[in-house]
């Protein structure tokens, strides 16, 4: 199994690379994971909805131009589905033993585009609050990290 995250937004924050960085590090004996950073659509300053509209499709095509025919994509958003840590361990040890390779799909600020959302498999919500998207890879990163670590019997969970 192989994890990627298609995320939109190129220029984070240091503390969101430094958190990331981190448990980026730690789950690559686990899963090999991979972040591909996709561009953001260029925003105005008075955008209408039709504009966000318009960035948000921008955005979708460009995570499933980038989703490869073997992956099951997985969009991150609010509406989705809540799991407890070891629900995502089993949810993984269900995908390492199916031998599925796994797109995690985090959109931009204005979210997730129709085209990914019904693209889905499935929808994950990491918390019903509103997150913003920088804040999201750092939480989804360390969620991957220690579901892994629960099912390597690692002492991080426990910690």
């Not at 686990?30 to 950073?37: A, L, W």
């Not at 948000?56 to 460009?62: A, K, L, P, V």
């Amino acid at each position: 199994m192989k994890i990627r995250i298609l995320t939109i937004g190129q220029k984070m924050p240091a503390w969101v690379l430094t958190g990331f960085e981190d448990y980026f590090k730690r789950i690559q004996p686990f899963v090999q994971t991979q972040v591909i950073e996709l561009p953001m659509a260029k925003r105005g300053k008075n955008d209408s909805d039709a504009d966000i509209l318009k960035y948000c499709q921008i955005e979708g095509e460009s995570i499933l131009a980038t989703l490869k025919p073997s992956e099951i994509l997985i969009a991150l958003e609010v509406g989705g589905k809540e799991l407890s840590t070891e629900k995502l361990a089993e949810t993984m040890k269900g995908w390492m033993l199916e031998g599925h390779d796994i797109a995690l799909a985090i959109g931009g600020p204005d979210g997730l585009s129709d085209q990914v959302r019904k693209t889905a498999a499935w929808h994950w919500s990491l918390s019903k609050l509103t997150l913003p998207h920088p804040l999201v890879r750092v939480m989804l990163i360390e969620q991957l990290y220690r579901a892994m670590s629960i099912n390597h019997n690692h002492p991080y969970h426990r910690a």
